[in-house]
Antibody
């Protein structure tokens, strides 16, 4: 069974950097797209961007272009979401989701990583 | 890139049917057959309920069905059950950025 396992909750101060991870197991995720989704407290889901494991082809949603960096290491089936300078407004739960190449729906989800940014 | 429009809330009694709409543009919902629907219970990760407008993944109840007309997609839940109470989100592939966009989300309440 395919699974995506995300790294644990993080607490950071404004201005600090952060990198969270999403590791695939139970299947070869080489031919998967991984997407990152933000859910701010009490709010809806927002697509941040997607990356293709096989060649690290990355596409960002316009609202998140330049705000975060999405990367992947296919040798360890792990995708990353990174901030260089956090803001309080980055406080949210971040989910990763997986879709097989050629599919346009997300059938594997990580458990979510809670990021809290507070001084 | 604006979020797709969904009603904020929909409610129904057990056994009834409800329909949730998801309105976009010709650049997303209307232009592609790649609309999917996700159920999210509080504190949990989303789960796909419908993909490619009307296909159901294995394991999802046949009480869930999807359709699309023009720029609006719809999710219908028939025979409403208490366990269906959750938030529901549509998402579509979008020409903008060649990525995806979510709907605003709908809270389903079972009365």
């Amino acid at each position: 069974e395919e699974q995506l396992v995300q790294s644990g909750a993080e607490v950071r101060k404004p201005g600090e950097s952060l990198k969270i991870s999403c590791k695939g197991s139970g299947y070869s995720f080489t031919t998967y797209w991984i997407g990152w989704v933000r859910q701010m407290p009490g709010k809806g889901l927002e697509w941040m961007g997607i990356i293709y494991f096989a060649d690290s082809n990355t596409k960002y949603s316009p609202s998140f272009q330049g705000q975060v960096t999405i990367s992947a290491d296919r040798s360890i089936s792990t995708a990353y979401l990174q901030w260089s300078s956090l803001e309080a407004s980055d406080t949210a739960i971040y989910f990763c989701a997986g879709a097989r190449n050629g599919n346009f729906f997300w059938d594997v989800w990580g458990q979510g990583t809670t990021v809290t940014v507070s001084s | 890139q604006s979020a797709l429009t969904q009603p904020a809330s929909v409610s129904g009694s057990p056994g009834q049917s409800i329909t949730i709409s998801c309105t976009g543009t010709s650049g997303d919902v209307g232009g592609y057959h790649y609309v999917s629907w996700y159920q999210q219970h509080p504190g949990k990760a989303p789960q796909v309920m419908i993909y490619d407008v009307y296909y159901r993944p294995s394991g999802v109840s046949n009480r869930f069905s999807g359709s699309k007309s023009g720029n609006t997609a719809s999710l219908t839940i028939s025979g409403l059950q208490a366990e269906d109470e959750a938030d529901y989100y549509c998402t579509s592939y979008t020409r903008s950025g060649a990525t995806y966009v979510f709907g605003t989300g709908t809270k389903v309440t079972v009365l």
